[in-house]
Structure formats: structure tokens, C-alpha cells
């Protein structure tokens, strides 16, 4: 904790903005904020912290245009920023930076001060500050642009209660949203009047994770910045429904109007008893398995927790007739996937299921599941049909995979655009405790939007055509050499920033080694790479020397690999082959000031072409 005595000062620009939102911790009992105008000493706003809350958001009407002086006293601000322009939607929130931890920005620090540093990612999006966990509401609403961001206000905020009972933990667990129009149908998001949210909220008491409840909501927002009050929406619906029973995905285009007319669907992560399902049914079961096991962390050894027995993760089914609204009834339609082949793992999370290329397709990350390479809770993906006959539906699976062979790529969300393509981002968490920890930096990165297609009985993906567009930019010089002792030829590129993009097209089988990233000073400890490597018609991912994963190597699954992109962006890597039919994310920590790319192939390499990586911001 810090001093008693602790007390901030700053003075800012309110600019074209008119509302203050600091987030407050407390260091001692008489923690306050005064707002005071410098030309004429006047007071524009002073408070006090509830004195029940060890935390608290503050909000204040400020004038625009008015420099500002702040001062907090016997307490920190984490966060705060300045809102309430005539514009927030795309020129979005000033970041006030008041806190000691980040003391080498300015109060009012340029998004280019933020991002544009050897720390963060340029192409990829990430936070300001703290901390970032799944993607959620998904959508396109108004035209706004898939590569690049703008931070908005604070959306959700924990329930109240936990302000002021220290005993309950919990919050806004992950949602999803569909847009809709003003009498609620479903529309495109050019043509929407509002976005329908729906979320899980969580309340349990610490340390007793039998007190876990968890249920549905749903709120409205006409702009993306304000939301209306949020209302229940859907409750466990049996006694036997796993506790862990979050993360509601909304859909309209899975493919059973046939016999259940015009509805709305949301699948739901959860578990349920063995027992309950009948094992030998063709519908409703995945039962293609791989070595892995039972693991609560990413480290985990065989053996070393108790594997779960008695229940299965499960995706279970919610529908309701439209148009959507806050008092919409869901009718429970029972358990649409089991996972027996993973029965060990927990639940699933961040469950997803929709229509695509005459297939439908889930996908959900097997919580507390470690496979035999060493991934921690990978996403899997299930391509199968759903009966539309008026019964229950239920997924019949005719093939499964990992949506990727990386390390990380976690908490998938897909959603519809205008266009009518599926598009899927994920959260990019540092399973292996790679990122290193420093001043002025976040942690949670989004990866780059996939588009998503079915070939084959395969789920496939790779960048949507506007990360080619406008995040590819200038070619790198290439630098080629041949081996004077095999047949070995090399082809090198040094890249600025700690980014590129490459591109590479073979045209055999044969052996080659692609160093995306490495660093070669680390004062004689052992070198760091990061490489893809292909023996013997192999292709894998390989780390060393970072992170709890060394010597790591990560199977892409595939064969006849013939075209490899590479996107770099300081500290991530997502490598996808044959146009995506395969792709593995890694976080690599680059620690030298320009990046090296190098291939070593013994085959023939039709092209290999590198540029740099434009910033999204």
C-alpha cells in the first residue's frame, strides 16, 4: 500500500471534452478529490471516498475548453480518462494518466507516446494500460473499421455490491452482441439502430468456489458508448447444469428456421453429468480425442491435479422468437456438443456456434486441458450438421481440430459482418509468461481478424482482406546466400520497428528452417528464438530460451505445406499456412532494436518477399 500521505497533483486540458472519469484506490480513510479551475482558483468538484469502499469510480461534469487542476489525495488513480465530446464514437477517450506506475508518460499522453514505443504492438490492439481478457460484443455497427481501433469509456462496471461487501468477488463476464434495428429484428450493422448486448455477471464469495452463481444478461446501446439498464435474461436451466454456466454467444443464421420459424439462438459454456448422456448417440457428441490431460495451470504435469470424472464440458442451447427485447423468454433446448473425446477438462469457455459454407461450426476453448505439446486450454473447433427435424438440436460432428497450433491464441469470438463474412478475433494471453514487465505497459493483446471458411470438412482462416489493404506496407530488402558446404540456400531480411510481414511459397517437401524472431545478445545466457521448422514433411513451431515453454515444439497438423505468411509484430507472431488451412500464434519477447527474419531451405523457394508492418493506430 501506499503512504498515508500519498497525494497526486496534475493540470490538463479538458479540450472539447466534458466529463472526467477517474478510478480511484484507496490508501488511506480520508481519501479525496477536488476539481479546481487555475485562472481564478475557483473549486469545480470535490468528493470524498465512500468510506466503505476501498475502490471508487468518480465521474465529474467538466467545462470544455478549461485547463484543470487535479489533486488526489490519500489515494491513487489507476485509471481515468477525459469522455463526452461531440464525437466520442470515432475520435474516442482522452487517456488521463495520473498514475505513479506510468510516471514517464505525460498527463495527457498521445496515442502515438502509448503505442509507438519497442514495449507494444503496433498492428495489433491492446490496452492503454493493465490488463485485457477475451474479446466480447463482436459486430459491425456503422461502418467501423476491422483493423483500426479507438478506445471508448468503461462499458460495464462489477456489480455495486462488491463496493462495499469485501467478502464477494465477480464482475461482467464475457458477452457477446447482435445489431438490431428499432423494433429489435436482427439487421445489418449499417442499417442498425441500436446494438443488443448479452453477458454473463458472476458473483461468488472468496474461496468457496461452491458459491459460484452465474446467469444472463442483456442491455441496449443506440451509439456503442451509453447503455441502458441491464435485465436478467437466462438462469441455469436444470439442477444439474455446472456452475460454471457463462459466456452467451448470440446468433440468428444457424440453420434450423425449417421447423422452429424465425428465432434467435445463444450457446452457452457450461458441464454436465456423464451420466445424462447416452454415450453411443450419433448427435450431440464429439468423440475424437488427443494426448493431453487434466491441468489448472499451464505448467501443469500428468498426473499432478485429479482429473475431472463425473462430468463433461458441454455447449448448451437457449432460443427465443423475435424481435429481441429485455423481457424476450429463452426456451432451454438442451445441450447442443458434448466433448467426450476431452471429457477430463472442466467446461468450456467462450463457446461459439454458427452457420458457414452449408456447415455449421463451434468452437470453445477446453478449459483446464493441457495437450501433449504443451498448449493450455486450446480453442477446438467441431464442423458437423445440426438436425433441423423439430426435435432438440443437436450437433452431428464429422470432424474436429484446433483452430490453432500455436501457444495462446485463446477466447475465440466470430461474428457476421455486412458482407456476410465470419470473422473470428481471439485474446492473445501469455500462457507462458513470456511478456516482460515494466513501466508504461498493458498485458492482453487481440489478434488479427481471421476470416473464416470450411474446406474440406476443415475449419480454415486467415487475415481478412483490409489487414493485406492497409497493414502490409513497404518491401524489405531481401538478402539471399548459398551455403559453401550443403545445399543450403539462405534468405535474410532485417526489419525495422520489430515487425514485418512475409510471405514464402515452396514448391517441395524438403527441410528448411524459418527464423521469425531472435535475439542473439542475452549476455551469454541461452540464445531466444522463435522458429518454424519443417523435418522430414513436418512442420512446427519451436521456441527456445523464453517464457516456461523452452525447447517447445508445436505441430502444425498439416502436410504438403507450400505457402507461408508470417506477421511480426514485436512481440507476437501468427503464422499461417496454405492460405490458412493451418495457423499457429506465439508471443515472442524481441529484445534487439531491428528484428531478423532468415530462411534456410535445402528445396526449391519460389518467392520469398518480406515488408513492413503498418500501425493500426
Known amino acids: 500500500m ?20 477517474l478510478f480511484v484506490e484507496r490508501t488511506d480513510k480520508l481519501a479525496s478529490i477536488s476539481l479546481s479551475r487555475p485562472s481564478d482558483g475557483a473549486t469545480i468538484a470535490y468528493a470524498v471516498m465512500p468510506k466503505n469502499e476501498n475502490r471508487h469510480h468518480f465521474q465529474f461534469d467538466v467545462p470544455a475548453g478549461t485547463d484543470l487542476d487535479i489533486s488526489i489525495n490519500q489515494a491513487v488513480c489507476r485509471f481515468g480518462y477525459l469522455s463526452e465530446s461531440d464525437d466520442d464514437l470515432d475520435k474516442g477517450i482522452q487517456y488521463v494518466n ?12 498521445t496515442t502515438a507516446a502509448i503505442y509507438r514505443q519497442p514495449e507494444r504492438t503496433a498492428s495489433h490492439f491492446e490496452p492503454i494500460a493493465r490488463w485485457m481478457n477475451d474479446p466480447n460484443g463482436l459486430c459491425e455497427f456503422k461502418g467501423r473499421d476491422l483493423v483500426h481501433w479507438t478506445h471508448l469509456p468503461i462499458a460495464l462496471e462489477p456489480q455495486p455490491e462488491f463496493a462495499t461487501d469485501h467478502t464477494l468477488t465477480g464482475g461482467a463476464f464475457s458477452g457477446s452482441a447482435i445489431t438490431v434495428n428499432n423494433d429489435g429484428y436482427p439487421c445489418k450493422g449499417e442499417d442498425a439502430d441500436a446494438i443488443r448486448f448479452v453477458l454473463t455477471r458472476h458473483t461468488e464469495t472468496r474461496g468457496d468456489e461452491h458459491s459460484v452463481e452465474e446467469y444472463q444478461t442483456t442491455c441496449l446501446s443506440h451509439d456503442g458508448i451509453h447503455f441502458e439498464v441491464e435485465t436478467p435474461w437466462i438462469t441455469r436451466p436444470t439442477p444439474t447444469t455446472g456452475l460454471d454456466f457463462r459466456d452467451p454467444k448470440i446468433e440468428t443464421n444457424l440453420p434450423l428456421n425449417a421447423t422452429h420459424n424465425e428465432r434467435a439462438w445463444i450457446v452457452t459454456a457450461t458441464n454436465q453429468p456423464v451420466d445424462e448422456f447416452d454415450q453411443n448417440a450419433d448427435a450431440g457428441i464429439s468423440r475424437a480425442s488427443t494426448a493431453g490431460w487434466f491441468a489448472t495451470y499451464p505448467m501443469g504435469k500428468p498426473g499432478e491435479a485429479q482429473e475431472n470424472q463425473t462430468t463433461v464440458p458441454v455447449m448448451t442451447l437457449f432460443s427465443t422468437a423475435l424481435p429481441l427485447h429485455r423481457n424476450s423468454v429463452w426456451q432451454y433446448e438442451g445441450p ?6 476431452h471429457q477430463v477438462s472442466r467446461t468450456y469457455e467462450c463457446p461459439d456456434m454458427f452457420a458457414l459454407d452449408n456447415r455449421t461450426v463451434a468452437c470453445g476453448a477446453l478449459m483446464h486441458y493441457r495437450t501433449a505439446e504443451g498448449g493450455f486450454q486450446p480453442v477446438r473447433w467441431y464442423v458437423g450438421d445440426l438436425n433441423d427435424d423439430g426435435k432438440a438440436p443437436r450437433l452431428t460432428v464429422t470432424s474436429s481440430d484446433w483452430i490453432d497450433f500455436g501457444l495462446g491464441y485463446y477466447a475465440t469470438q466470430s461474428f457476421r459482418d455486412d458482407h456476410d463474412r465470419r470473422i473470428v478475433i481471439a485474446w492473445i494471453v501469455d500462457h507462458a509468461g513470456v511478456r516482460w514487465e515494466g ?9 488479427l481478424p481471421r476470416e473464416l471458411h470450411v474446406v474440406n470438412d476443415r475449419l480454415v482462416g486467415k487475415p481478412i482482406k ?16 548459398n551455403s559453401p558446404t550443403s545445399n543450403v540456400k539462405q534468405w535474410s531480411a532485417t526489419c525495422p520497428n520489430d515487425s514485418y510481414y512475409a510471405d514464402i511459397t515452396l514448391n517441395d517437401d524438403a527441410d528448411f528452417t524459418l527464423t521469425i524472431a531472435e535475439n542473439r545478445n542475452t549476455n551469454g545466457g541461452t540464445p531466444e528464438s522463435l522458429r518454424l521448422v519443417r523435418r522430414d514433411g513436418v512442420t512446427r513451431l519451436a521456441t527456445s530460451g523464453q517464457g516456461d515453454f523452452d525447447k517447445n515444439t508445436y505441430d502444425s497438423g498439416i502436410h504438403d505445406v507450400r505457402h507461408i505468411e508470417v506477421f511480426f509484430d514485436h512481440q507476437v507472431a501468427e503464422v499461417f499456412l496454405n492460405d490458412g488451412e493451418a495457423a499457429g500464434t506465439m508471443l515472442f519477447q524481441a529484445g534487439e532494436p531491428q528484428v531478423r527474419m ?3 531451405a535445402q528445396g526449391n523457394v519460389t518467392a520469398c518477399k518480406v515488408n513492413t508492418l503498418n500501425t493500426i493506430w
Request: hydrophobic share 35%; charged share 25%; proline share 8%.
Open 2 to 21: 501506499l503512504p498515508t500521505t500519498h497525494t497526486t497533483s496534475a493540470r490538463i486540458d479538458t479540450r472539447d471534452y466534458t466529463r472526467l472519469d
Open 98 to 109: 495520473l498514475d505513479p506506475d506510468f510516471a514517464q508518460w505525460d498527463t495527457l499522453p
Open 336 to 341: 447442443v456438443l458434448a466433448d467426450f473425446g
Open 439 to 447: 513501466p508504461c505497459r498493458a498485458n492482453g493483446i487481440m489478434s
Open 466 to 481: 483490409e489487414v493485406y489493404d492497409q497493414l502490409v506496407g513497404t518491401p524489405i530488402q531481401i538478402d539471399t546466400a
Open 598 to 600: 532468415k530462411l534456410e
